[in-house]
């Protein structure tokens, strides 16, 4: 739009550069049903949007019609942009509205199962009921459609918020005020005071999670346990004696500020996981040893040169950045997770600009390079209680290929060698008898201990 704002002070049209849209009333009629109600699907009585379970009671009753598996139906009652005019192949069309118009095109019967209950009974006491399931794969088809549709206005709603740099927010544990970027007060939360709850950008409705935090503790709750305490300093040091400060995964109220739980029809989280974890063992007794993976490709940690092995990126960090990371391991004596973490960290200081050595900040990546190679800053790392904390076990770039090839093996080869070297005493049996006497398992033979 500023291409525009400088065509028209040029004296120069004015040209429209994407579509316009009008607003939408909430009162907008669809085929005689207003956005604020959820039609019945047979007759002409509607119920309010929150009350989705009197419809639903309603079409069992009066009509016979149980819907299977209503609450995997997405946005079941957001059917107020349905437009019934479209073909049925091309239709992206909400629920209710969508079988309504189906249900007088052709009967039930084409769509629906048959249920009849009590079948032993007299043909006064038996009832036919009618079952609408993703059996039929017309239903199913709307379902996804509906899970799609969904998917996408969560991922456009994210990367709204991800891009949001007026995004403005108080600490909920100290007061202090951030703005900007939302990932500047989680990651203030997770380093100053180890509240994380993962990657801020798998965070969507970003500003109604953190009101359902500040509610919980606003109310005294624990984020974690969910427990009530009688004020907020008994609060804080349960939730940080505990280790609490981390929100409860099993909470279903935070399932919708996840895209994980968007992301497969009917399936949140903890069932895409444990999918996840059945094909593991399912396939464990496959045969791989042929399989051959794409090559590491691994990038500097000090500019954009990648390798695609491990030994030339460290070969070249040695000889272009005077960076040895082995050398470090082996002096630091660091494990796999203490190697994570330290890259990450670097990785972190070089994006922001910043010498991890003196504090000072830059205003390109190749300024700070250069500063640390000239003041011989690249291998001088601060005290390790600096680097070694939490929140870089998160990766700095979520497709950093270094961090898949580090390796724990030098040091386990050293804590053998260690073991190895322990010396063995030898046990004195030059009076065996003696010994035998002494021992405790001879109590074990003795006729007045029972076993």
């Given amino acids: ?77 957001r059917f107020h942009r349905v437009v019934l005019l479209l073909p049925v192949e091309h239709l992206v069309g909400w629920y209710v509205l969508y079988w309504k118009k189906r249900f007088i095109e052709q009967p039930i019967t084409d ?49 709204q918020e991800r891009n949001d740099s007026n995004f403005a927010r108080i600490c909920m544990f100290c007061n202090e005020e951030f703005a900007g970027n939302r990932a500047i007060l989680f990651n203030h939360m997770a380093k100053d005071h180890s509240f994380n709850v993962g990657l801020p950008d798998n965070i969507v409705y970003c500003n109604e999670f953190l009101d359902l935090v500040q509610k919980k503790m606003d109310n005294l709750q ?88 491990t030994e030339k990126l460290e070969l070249h960090m040695k000889v272009a950045h005077h960076f040895d990371l082995l050398k470090l ?28 050595k003196c504090g000072k900040t830059f205003s390109s990546k190749s300024e700070v390079v250069s500063h640390m190679t ?16 939490p929140q870089y076990y998160f990766p700095t770039y979520e497709n950093d290929a270094l961090l898949c090839s580090l390796s724990d093996c030098e040091s386990e080869s050293v804590a053998d060698n260690q073991i190895t070297n322990i010396p063995v005493i030898a046990e004195d049996i030059s009076n065996l008898q003696a010994l035998k006497q002494s021992s405790i398992l001879s109590l074990l033979r003795h006729p007045n201990i029972k076993n």
């Fill in 1 to 77: 739009m500023a291409a525009v704002g400088m065509a028209a002070a040029a004296g120069k049209k004015d040209w429209i550069l994407e579509p316009l849209s009008l607003p939408e009333s909430p009162c907008c009629i669809a085929d005689g049903f207003t956005s604020l109600a959820l039609p019945c699907i047979f007759c002409e009585d509607c119920y309010p949007a929150e009350e989705q379970e009197k419809l639903l009671g309603h079409l069992i009753i009066e009509h016979k019609l149980v819907i299977a598996d209503v609450k995997l139906i997405v946005d079941f009652r």
């Fill in 111 to 159: 769509f629906c199962s048959v249920i009849r209950t009590n079948s032993q009974a007299s043909e006064e006491e038996q009832a036919d009921y009618y079952l609408l399931c993703d059996v039929l794969p017309e239903d199913r088809v709307l379902r996804e459609q509906l899970q799609q549709k969904r998917l996408e206005e969560v991922l456009e709603q994210q990367q």
């Fill in 222 to 309: 624990c984020l974690y346990c969910e427990k009530t305490f009688r004020d907020k300093n008994t609060l804080k040091d349960h939730m940080r004696k505990k280790q609490h400060r981390r929100i409860n995964a099993k909470n279903h109220e935070y399932d919708k500020f996840y895209t994980i739980n968007y992301l497969e029809f009917g399936k949140n989280w903890v069932e895409v996981q444990s999918e996840d974890d059945r094909e593991m063992i399912e396939e464990q007794d496959d045969d791989w040893s042929d399989w051959q993976g794409p090559p590491v490709c691994a990038v500097c940690l000090f500019c954009e040169k990648a390798q695609d092995t």
């Fill in 329 to 356: 391991k082996s002096e630091m004596g660091l494990n796999f997770y203490q190697q994570v973490k330290l890259v990450n960290f670097i990785r972190r200081e070089i994006h922001q600009c910043h010498c991890h």
């Fill in 374 to 389: 000239e003041a011989n800053h690249i291998m001088s790392l601060l005290d390790k209680s600096a680097w070694d904390q």
